[in-house]
């Protein structure tokens, strides 16, 4: 059986006024990712409905580093638990990380910065087809941003 997946962001005002077969659609895949990007750039109580909502990597930004490889485990595993809560559409997921320096220039104010860029890659099982699937996102510290 298809699952019928609507493509973010939602037309509100379709539902109300009967003609939600309009809204735009997409795969369950798709879906997914979009709502795994969600969940990692979501602070936890951020959600109005849903306190737990979120991923806990935001307590995390400005945090002193005293243990780099504590660092990257603790991260991990806040997106691997907030995966895990939150979406479950996936099954036997695993999450990495690699964290690279990335130079960012600012043409206006002619500066540049070195950031510290988070490769994310969730991967799991879709639990309605059993089908391997896999995630990629670009986060950066210090303020935590996307790409």
């Known amino acids: 059986m298809k699952k019928i997946c609507y493509k973010a962001p939602f037309n509100f005002q379709s539902i109300v006024t009967g003609v939600a077969d309009t809204m ?18 979501t602070c936890p109580g951020e959600h109005k409905f849903n306190k737990n909502f979120g991923c ?20 991990q595993g806040h997106i691997l638990s907030a995966v895990q809560r939150n979406e479950s559409r996936l099954k036997d997921v695993t999450v990495s990380i690699d964290i690279l320096e990335v130079t960012k220039e600012d043409h206006v104010m002619k500066t540049t910065a070195i950031k510290k860029k988070v490769m994310v890659y969730i991967n799991g099982i879709i639990t309605s087809t059993n089908i391997p699937c896999g995630f990629k996102y670009a986060l950066f510290l210090g303020p935590l941003s996307t790409e």
Request: glycine share 0%; aromatic share 14%.
């Open 24 to 41: 735009p659609m997409c795969t369950e895949l798709e879906s997914i990712d979009d709502y795994l990007e969600l969940l990692i750039t």
């Open 56 to 75: 806990k990597i935001w307590d995390m930004d400005f945090e002193m580093v005293v243990s780099r490889k504590e660092w990257l485990d603790d991260f």
